[in-house]
């Protein structure tokens, strides 16, 4: 004999009347607006990981491509050729900077015996374009690190909301606290909570990717930094 189960019978009926569309319109209008805010945090978060993924990318790899070029090719009008070619590439940024300003400095007939003015002109070019290319590096990622810190509060904000409200009606309404009557409140609530979760996640996880992957992209700016003070000292401010 079939054995009744009312408990199960009624949890199976409210997971199968529960869907995300019904789970957004039957929450508090306040829930609601939570939910809107996630999820337009996790859409523009998911646009910037895409974004700044193949960004990197690019970067790293026309980098590689200017590093090679720069230390094998002994003609400095090619490499800033393909310096300017390489865009995307931080460090052949870096590269034109120096080169225009040491273009500047080799015309100007009273600045080419001031040995130390000039490096500190090319250095501080170095510098400023180091600073240019790291904020274009950085930009957007803290986006994602608000994302990741916030979300949680503020799903975490709509549950608290949705659960004062669901018990606040179910009170007025019957006063009757059962499982049929109070899960859907519940799940409308915690829904809430869990696109705060969704949105966090992959943000926090995208932003100590990116923050790794740049902070090599800075060390290898600051070493090539070094590398081309000392080429410019040896060869063209003697």
């Not at 790899?61 to 400095?76: C, G, P, T």
């Amino acid at each position: 004999m079939p054995v009744d189960m009312p408990g199960l019978s009624a949890a199976s009926a409210i997971a199968a009347n529960l869907d995300i569309v019904r789970l957004f319109k039957s929450a508090h209008w306040i829930v609601q607006f939570v939910m809107v805010v996630l999820a337009v945090m996790f859409v523009i978060g998911l646009y910037i990981i895409i974004f700044k993924t193949m960004y990197l990318r690019r970067a790293t790899a026309e980098s590689n491509r200017f590093l090679e070029s720069f230390w094998k090719s002994r003609d400095i009008e090619q490499i800033y050729k393909q310096a300017q070619a390489l865009r995307n590439s931080p460090i052949s940024q870096m590269f034109v900077a120096g080169y225009t300003e040491l273009a500047k400095l080799s015309s100007d007939e009273t600045l080419k015996d001031d040995r130390e003015g000039s490096l500190s002109s090319i250095e501080r070019a170095l510098r400023r374009a180091q600073t240019v290319e790291t904020s274009k590096l950085e930009s957007m990622i803290s986006f994602l690190a608000t994302t990741g810190s916030a979300a949680p509060f503020i799903g975490l904000l709509g549950t608290v909301v949705g659960i004062l409200f669901a018990f606040i009606e179910i009170s007025e309404a019957s006063g009757a606290a059962t499982l049929k009557v109070v899960g859907p409140h519940i799940a409308e609530a915690l829904f809430a909570t869990a696109i705060g979760l969704v949105a966090a996640i992959p943000a926090v996880m995208a932003y100590n990717y990116f923050a790794r992957r740049i902070k090599v992209l800075r060390s290898e700016m600051e070493t090539f930094e070094h590398d081309y003070l000392n080429i410019i000292k040896r060869h063209f401010l003697r």
